[in-house]
C-alpha cells in the first residue's frame, strides 16, 4: 500500500464542500477513477482520530502530477482534513481500490450519484471525455450545499441535481426526455452506467434500470459504493457487502461492483 505525503497547493470552500489540490505525482500517475485515497485526518503528533478515512480522487492530471479531493465534513475527521490550508503536507495511502471499467463501445454515458462518493463520477467524466465519450450526471442530495458545481466537469457533459434528497435520484433516472417515449429514459438511452450510491439505495436502483431496460447485461451498470473502509485491505471486515458470490469487502474486493453482482 503506497504511503504518501503530498502537499496541498490550492483549496477553494464549494458550498458546504472542500476542494484541495494536491502535489501528489505517483498518485496522480497511477490513480483511476473509483479509487479512494485513506488519509490521516489528524496532526501529526496526535492518535486521535485513530481510524483513516477514505476520500475518493475527484480528479488527477499526470502530467502537472496533482490530483483533486472533494471533502464533505461528515464527521469530525474530514471536518479536520476540510480545514487544512495550503502548505500542509498530508498522509495518504494509495490510491487504493477497483475503478470503474468503460466499454471501449460506450459513446453516451449516464453518471448518477449521492453521497461522498459522489465525486468519483467527477473522475470518471474527465477520464471519459479524454476518450471522446459524451454524458449527463445527475447528482442529487438533502441539501444543495453539498451538490458539486457544473464547472467541475468536462464540457462534454450535462449536469442536472438535485437538493430534495438522496432518493430522489431515482425519479430523475424515471424521467423521459423531452418529446420522446415514456421508454427513452435517461436508462434506455445510455450505452453504459455508473452510478455511486449507498447500500440503502442499491436494491431500487437495480429496480430502476431493470425497468428501463429491455436487456441488462453485465458491464452495463457499475456502482462505486460509498461507505467506510477504516483499513483498505480488507482486514477489519467492516466494509462487508453481499454480493451473488457471498460476502465481499467494499475496500479491497471494490469499491467497484458489476451492479447486476449486488442486485436482489
Sequence with gaps: MPHQHPVIIERHEIGALRSLRLLAPEIAIAAQPGQYVLAACKPPTSYDPMLRRAIFVAGANPHAGTIDLLVQPDDRGNAWLCEQLVGVRLDLLGPQGRPFKLDPRTRNLLLAGTGTALPALLFLAQRAAAKGIAGVLFAAAADSAYLPPAFLLPPEFEYQSSADGPASLMDMLAVPS???????????????????????????????????????????????????????????????????????????????????????
Design 178 to 264: 423531452i418529446g420522446h417515449s415514456l421508454f427513452n429514459t435517461p436508462i434506455a438511452w445510455a450505452d453504459q452506467i455508473c452510478f455511486a450510491l449507498s447500500e440503502d439505495l442499491l436494491a431500487s436502483t437495480a429496480a430502476a434500470v431493470r425497468n428501463g431496460r429491455m436487456r441488462w447485461e453485465r458491464g452495463f451498470a457499475f456502482v462505486v459504493v460509498d461507505g467506510r473502509m477504516p483499513c483498505g485491505i480488507g482486514i477489519c471486515q467492516s466494509c462487508l457487502i453481499t454480493t451473488h458470490k457471498g460476502l465481499r469487502t467494499r475496500c479491497k474486493d471494490g469499491p467497484v461492483f458489476d451492479l447486476r453482482e449486488l442486485a436482489s
